[in-house]
């Protein structure tokens, strides 16, 4: 459900309408995805928890709203967005436990201490590198396609590493063809690698993987039961539904 808003804004519903965010009516603007990387994401009551990339807040917002206590900060280069994300934590009433810094994720360690985010500080991070989706032709407005175009994944990947302590959990969304390459970049940093593929349609090749690994862990990679968005006639799959209107959480790695 949309509403117009202020200013260039929209007032868009996500999770069955639990969530109310407001983002640009133009350039990048949140989908699937970000539910998806939050309902992957295996975050206990009490966790301290980085969303880098957070844009207007959609990921870090609905892990927020699923776990209680869990404690968020939203990590943002775009300072509109960051002030976006910030209000749209107050909004939901979860600025008590939520807040929105701009910093690019390749800003020195010392830039995210001062921010709050330590080295070895968080339990998890959850990520939505920015990529472009082969299967769409480039967006002709400029902010969209600087939204999607592919960053250093090395960078996104040693940021989370450096973040997180020894056992804390980093969660990605990707292209489904990145994979060989984030697992090049996981190296031997990450263990206990868990692949949760996402089909559009039953028979469909995977267009996205969610991914979730253990730092310093040793344990095996496992592939996880895939998830399809839709049943061939186009209606929802009721896993699906069950994650992105009623905030269902998917199992990839078990805490």
Not at 50 to 69: E, H, I, K, N
Not at 123 to 148: G, I, K, Q, T, W
Request: net charge neutral; aromatic share 2%; glycine share 10%.
């Amino acid at each position: 459900m949309r509403a117009e808003a202020r200013d260039g804004l929209t007032d868009d519903a996500v999770l069955g309408g639990r969530l109310r965010l407001l983002q640009p009516r133009r350039g990048h603007r949140f989908g699937h995805d970000g539910i998806l990387l939050a309902a992957a994401t295996p975050a206990r009551g009490g966790d301290r928890v980085a969303d880098l990339g957070a844009g207007v807040g959609v990921a870090g917002l609905a892990l927020a709203s699923r776990v209680p206590d869990a404690r968020v900060t939203l990590v943002e280069i775009d300072r509109n967005l960051a002030a976006l994300a910030q209000e749209n934590a107050a909004r939901n009433g979860l600025a008590d436990r939520v807040d929105a810094v701009a910093l690019d994720v390749a800003a020195p360690a010392a830039d995210f201490a001062a921010a709050g985010l330590a080295a070895g500080s968080c339990d998890v991070v959850l990520m939505n590198p920015p990529f472009h989706d082969e299967a769409l032709p480039a967006s002709p407005d400029p902010l969209r396609r600087s939204a999607h175009s592919l960053a250093d994944p090395a960078q996104w990947v040693a940021a989370g590493q450096r973040l997180l302590r020894t056992g804390g959990i980093l969660t990605l969304i990707f292209r489904a063809d990145g994979l060989p390459m984030l697992l090049r970049l996981l190296g031997e940093q990450f263990g206990a690698i868990a692949i949760l593929p996402v089909h559009p349609k039953p028979g469909d090749a995977a267009i996205r993987v969610l991914l979730a690994a253990t730092k310093a862990s040793r344990s095996p990679l496992a592939i996880m039961p895939g998830l399809v968005l839709a049943e061939a006639d186009g209606t929802p799959s009721a896993g699906a539904d069950a994650v992105l209107r009623h905030g269902a959480a998917l199992a990839l790695i078990r805490r």
